[in-house]
C-alpha cells in the first residue's frame, strides 16, 4: 500500500475529529447528523476516493478541459454524497463549504507529519487535484438539476427541518442507556440502538446499525416464547424477567415487548426494551441465601 494510503488509513479518526471540529466551529452542524458514525463513514468514503486514486497513479491528478468528472471513478463518492444531500435540503453552497473543511483537514494532518519537504509537497498536490475532481464532479452533478425556481427552495427548507428533526430523535435513541430493538411485522431485526447493538454485535459506536445500510433480515435470536406468547395474546405490552449470559457472566433483564404505537399502520412492528437489573438481581440472591447479614 502507498505510504501516503498507510498514513490516511491509520488516522481517520483524527481525520473525523479535526473535520467534526471545524463544523462546530463554523455552525456546520446545525445541518449535518449528530452522530460520530455518520463522521466517520463521510471520511472513510472520502479516503477511499484517495486510495483508489493511488492504485491507479501516484502522480497529482492534474485536471483537463475535457475530463468527465460526473463518471470519474476518484470522483464517485463526491457525485453520490451530492444526490444524497441534494435531496435532504442541502445547497451547493452549504455542501461546498463544509467541504473545503473536509479537504483543510487532511492538509492539516500532511502539515503535522515529519516527512521531508519534496515528499510532503507531492502529497499536498495530490490531495488537492483529488479533492479539486470530487468538487467539479459534485458541482457539475448539482448543475443538471433545476433547483431555482421557488417549489425547489420550499421543498429544502422542508427536508432541512424534516433531516433535522430525524437527528435528532435519532441521538435520542442512540442515547437511551438501555438496550432498544425494533423488529419489523416479521419479527426481525429492524433497528437497534448503541446499547443494542453493544449487546448483540459487541459494536458500541452510536449509529454503528443505522448506518451500516443492512436490510431487515436478521432474526431476534432471544426469548421467542415469550414473543410468541405476546402474539398470541394481543396483547398491547407486556413485561417480563430473562436471564441471558453476556460476557461470560449471567446478566439478569427487565424485558418490555411493546407495539410500535402508530394507527396509520405505516410504522408497523415491535419494540423491545431491556433493563439491566443484574447488580439488584444478585444483591437479591445474597439476601435470600443468607449472604448479607442484617
Not at 59 to 65: F, V
Not at 231 to 260: C, I, K, P, Q
Request: with cysteine; net charge negative.
Amino acid at each position: 500500500m502507498h505510504p501516503l494510503a498507510l498514513l490516511l488509513r491509520d488516522h481517520e479518526g483524527w481525520l473525523m475529529r479535526r473535520v467534526r471540529d471545524y463544523a462546530i466551529e463554523r455552525d456546520y452542524t446545525r445541518y449535518t447528523s449528530t452522530l460520530e458514525e455518520a463522521w466517520r463513514v463521510s471520511i472513510v468514503g472520502l479516503t477511499d476516493s484517495i486510495c483508489a486514486a493511488l492504485e491507479l497513479s501516484a502522480e497529482p491528478w492534474e485536471l483537463g478541459p475535457d475530463d468527465d468528472f460526473v463518471h470519474d471513478p476518484v470522483a464517485a463518492f463526491g457525485v453520490l454524497e451530492a444526490q444524497k444531500h441534494r435531496t435532504r435540503g442541502i445547497t451547493l453552497e452549504m455542501f461546498l463549504g463544509l467541504m473545503k473543511y473536509y479537504r483543510q483537514s487532511y492538509l492539516d494532518l500532511l502539515a503535522d507529519q515529519e516527512l521531508e519537504s519534496t515528499i510532503i509537497r507531492k502529497y499536498i498536490r495530490f490531495i488537492e487535484r483529488v479533492f479539486d475532481r470530487i468538487e467539479i464532479a459534485f458541482c457539475a452533478e448539482w448543475s443538471r438539476s433545476n433547483f431555482t425556481n421557488t417549489a425547489a427552495h420550499e421543498l429544502q427548507e422542508a427536508n432541512r427541518r424534516i433531516t433535522n428533526e430525524k437527528n435528532q430523535f435519532l441521538t435520542i435513541f442512540e442515547s437511551l442507556p438501555i438496550p432498544v430493538f425494533l423488529l419489523n411485522d416479521r419479527l426481525r431485526v429492524n433497528q437497534m440502538n448503541q446499547a443494542a447493538s453493544k449487546l448483540l454485535l459487541s459494536k458500541g459506536r452510536a449509529g454503528s446499525y443505522y448506518y451500516s445500510g443492512r436490510a431487515a433480515d436478521a432474526p431476534f435470536p432471544w426469548f421467542g416464547h415469550e414473543v410468541g406468547e405476546f402474539l398470541a395474546a394481543d396483547e398491547h405490552e407486556r413485561n417480563f424477567f430473562a436471564t441471558l449470559t453476556v460476557d461470560g457472566g449471567e446478566h439478569r433483564y427487565r424485558v418490555s415487548l411493546r407495539w410500535m404505537q402508530d394507527i396509520s399502520k405505516k410504522f408497523t412492528g415491535m419494540i423491545v426494551s431491556m433493563n439491566d437489573i443484574t447488580e439488584q438481581w444478585r444483591l437479591e440472591q445474597k439476601q435470600a441465601t443468607g449472604g448479607l447479614s442484617e
